[in-house]
């Protein structure tokens, strides 16, 4: 079996990409992808910690990630669409008028 | 019962102020006489039930507990004494007098007005009566404010004329003064003897002997006498009395001649057991008394305007109370408190029937000749005159006497003589005032009198009828009643009180059991009044006192008759031989100057360059700002931040936990 730094070395690797993809891309469809990468990451390093440590607080609260994540995703892609209605553009520099 | 002598002018004064803009003049007149002459009525019933059980000094009432924080407690309970007999039946006699005369004096004023004239007048009595039959301190004080509340809203009554609602202001803010000493002194008292009841203190006080040196009871006494003397207009706070002239005549009569200034004397007597402890008081309130009566009849003598030559005069009689009060002689006191009641309110209510018929005009230099057309107010004006000057047989002279018997007989020389200076004072002004007034030639004609005097306003015409063609109007009936109902009570009112010569006086074996501290359990007899072993000084020195004093005013009625009536100009000569003592007088010793220089101007500048300018504008004011322009200054700055863009708060947030994280890691 793969030995623990392996599992977390991923984590980190999913998780840099997620973050530079919400950073970098200039689509809110994408944007939201890869909040779900970095979602990922954190639930692979929860399991694997679980495995390693024998107990399954990591395995359970994966699922609750998991749970939260569906739900963001489905309320995120409705406001995306009803943005997209507004301004048909999916792009977030477009969207910032709220500010004083 | 005794609840019910408050109450009902109490009512009064609520149906009034809430019906009586839309109902008639009779009916707002009728409702407010009504509540006065049944609180006369049960007032005379309860002194009945008083005299009628021989063996009870006091009735009393507790209505409710009031106030109960720990160890203290006061009841708002009221109580009946020989004391607060004298008082309530001059409150509601003479105030049902007031009242009825009012009812025509006034009745130039438009419905809501006269209704609230009404409502005022009855709301006075209401609290007068309370202040009179409360039985502990905070009773009384609950209508010693009432009054003074009652007091400024009556002499503003035609608040549209600037100088009446200044006056009204004035007299309140110089009462607020005394109050405040008033207060100081019953809390003192409290402290000292762990209660706010008069009998308690009276109890816990006569145990105790007379204070030889300023003491806490000395402090008690002189802080209750600084209320006083705001509340009955002695020096140093009486000037607010001659400027209470303002309000309308029936008014001065009432609360500023007859009672509400009565009632710093009779606090006084209330708690006489108290002041008899405190000798040094005593000699201040007698000093001060003298002096107050000294000085207010030297004003008196050069005023013109008929009302204030009165208030003057009121002033100086108060004096005389306090002098009585100051040697011990209470039941003196009190009595003059009741006489005077009678032939002052005459006086002012004769006063109000010749302003009444001369449409408004109040100086006396354009009055004369009255007589013939006003002899019922001639004739009224002629006893009340009497009887304040002290000639024998009418009401004044049997008090003024006993005053300045006691006086004497207390060992108390001066205070005795400058007491019968003031007394021939008193007859040369008043009967200044009558030959003025009455005798002697119109200066002016009517006509030019209604044009020229001074309306209060627009909406407040004058009191007054209309007179035509120069006839003059003598008092319509319901003034002419009050008037001379009050000339009986001012030639009859002095019998109860014969000097000891002539049999003693009743009223002052009524009034003992007030003074003393027993009330029930016959004992503690209050600390040696300094009048009553007096009282065994012998009958001649008695009678000739009565002589010296018959003659002052004999006397003074015989200076004024030479230079006011005989010889008018050699009153002008006299003037212009004394003109700076004249401009004094006439200017009232420059009180009101002296005040405004020493006291008004430096709070108005204190206030103003101080309190204003500095404090509140740039230390409260600047504070205020200066928050607000802070945080406004360093939101211009944050602001920035907030940029809208989803993205860089996503940074941020990112950076911000790479920082938290980096800094627990590498620590």
Not at chain 2, 232 to 237: E, G, K, M, V
Not at chain 2, 282 to 297: K, R
Not at chain 2, 386 to 406: M, T
Not at chain 2, 436 to 444: M, N
Request: proline content about 3%; overall charge neutral; glycine content about 10%.
């Amino acid at each position: 079996m793969a030995p623990l730094a392996d599992y977390l070395i991923l984590s980190g690797v999913l998780f840099s990409i997620g973050a530079a993809g919400v950073f970098v891309r200039r689509n809110l469809i994408t944007i939201l992808l890869s909040i779900e990468i970095m979602l990922n990451a954190v639930n692979l390093t929860f399991v694997a910690f679980g495995r390693a440590l024998g107990a399954v607080d990591g395995q359970i609260i994966v699922f609750f990630v998991m749970t939260v994540a569906a739900a963001e995703a489905a309320v995120g892609l409705a406001i995306v669409i009803s943005l997209f209605r507004h301004r048909e553009s999916l792009n977030p520099d477009t969207f910032t008028n709220l500010k004083w | 019962m005794l609840l019910l002598i408050p109450l009902l002018p109490f009512v009064g004064f609520l149906l009034n102020a809430s019906f009586g803009r839309r109902v008639s003049k009779t009916a707002a007149g009728s409702i407010a006489c009504g509540a006065m002459l049944a609180s006369f009525g049960v007032a005379l019933a309860s002194v009945w039930k008083l005299l009628a059980s021989p063996g009870s000094t006091a009735l009393a009432q507790t209505v409710f507990s009031w106030i109960s924080v720990g160890d203290f407690s006061a009841d708002f309970a009221l109580r009946l004494d020989p004391l607060s007999t004298v008082m309530i039946l001059v409150v509601t006699g003479i105030g049902s007098l007031i009242h009825i005369y009012s009812t025509a004096y006034m009745h130039e004023e438009s419905d809501p007005e006269y209704a609230r004239y009404f409502s005022y007048l009855n709301l006075f009595a209401a609290f007068m009566l309370v202040l009179v039959l409360g039985s502990n301190f905070l009773v009384m004080f609950v209508g010693w404010e009432g009054v003074g509340l009652c007091s400024y809203l009556l002499i503003g009554f035609w608040y549209q004329k600037k100088s009446a609602s200044d006056a009204g202001k004035k007299a309140f803010i110089v009462n607020r003064i005394g109050d405040f000493g008033f207060v100081l002194g019953v809390l003192l008292a409290f402290v000292r003897f762990g209660s706010v009841d008069f009998q308690a203190i009276a109890h816990a006080a006569a145990g105790l002997g007379p204070e030889t040196t300023f003491g806490t009871i000395s402090l008690i006494t002189l802080l209750l006498f600084v209320g006083a003397t705001g509340k009955s207009a002695q020096i140093p706070l009486y000037i607010w009395l001659p400027d209470a002239m303002e309000g309308p005549t029936p008014v001065s009569a009432l609360i500023h001649a007859a009672t509400m200034v009565t009632a710093g004397v009779y606090m006084i007597g209330r708690n006489a057991v108290l002041f008899s402890h405190a000798p040094e008081t005593l000699t201040i309130v007698a000093v001060v008394g003298t002096v107050t009566a000294l000085m207010a009849g030297t004003i008196g003598l050069v005023q013109n305007d008929i009302k204030r030559v009165l208030a003057y005069s009121t002033v100086s009689q108060l004096g005389y109370m306090f002098l009585a009060m100051g040697v011990g002689a209470y039941a003196a006191g009190i009595f003059h408190l009741y006489t005077h009641a009678f032939f002052k309110a005459l006086l002012f209510l004769g006063s109000g029937a010749v302003i009444h018929a001369l449409s408004g005009e109040q100086d006396l230099r354009k009055m004369g000749g009255l007589k013939k057309d006003l002899p019922i107010t001639y004739w009224t004006f002629l006893i009340a005159s009497l009887a304040i000057a002290g000639v024998p047989g009418l009401a004044g002279f049997f008090s003024k006497d006993e005053i300045l018997y006691r006086t004497f007989a207390g060992g108390h020389v001066v205070l005795w003589s400058v007491g019968l200076f003031t007394s021939l004072l008193t007859a040369i002004y008043m009967f200044r005032l009558v030959y003025l007034a009455f005798h002697g030639e119109r200066a002016a004609t009517p006509e030019h009198q209604s044009t020229e005097h001074p309306a209060p306003g627009i909406q407040h015409p004058a009191p007054g009828t209309r007179h035509h063609g120069g006839h003059l109007h003598d008092a319509p009936p319901a003034m002419a009643f009050a008037l001379v109902v009050l000339a009986v009570g001012s030639i009859l009112a002095g019998y109860i009180g014969l000097p000891a010569v002539a049999g003693g006086s009743r009223l002052e074996r009524f009034l003992e059991p007030s003074f003393t501290a027993s009330v029930g359990d016959a004992g503690v007899q209050a600390a040696p009044v300094a009048g009553t072993e007096g009282a065994s000084a012998g009958e001649g020195l008695e009678v000739g006192l009565m002589l010296v004093s018959t003659t002052a005013a004999l006397g003074g009625i015989a200076i004024a008759a030479f230079f006011f009536l005989k010889r008018k100009s050699a009153a002008d000569a006299v003037a212009a031989r004394f003109a700076g003592l004249h401009r004094l007088l006439a200017n009232k010793y420059y009180v009101d100057e002296i005040y405004d220089a020493t006291v008004v101007q430096p709070i108005r500048i204190i206030s103003e360059d101080g309190l204003w300018k500095t404090v509140d504008v740039r230390v409260i004011d600047g504070a205020v700002n200066g928050v607000a322009d802070t945080v406004q200054g360093s939101s211009e700055l944050l602001r920035r931040l907030q940029t809208g863009s989803v993205r860089a708060y996503a940074a941020s947030l990112f950076f911000g936990v790479v920082l938290i994280l980096g800094y627990y890691l590498w620590r």
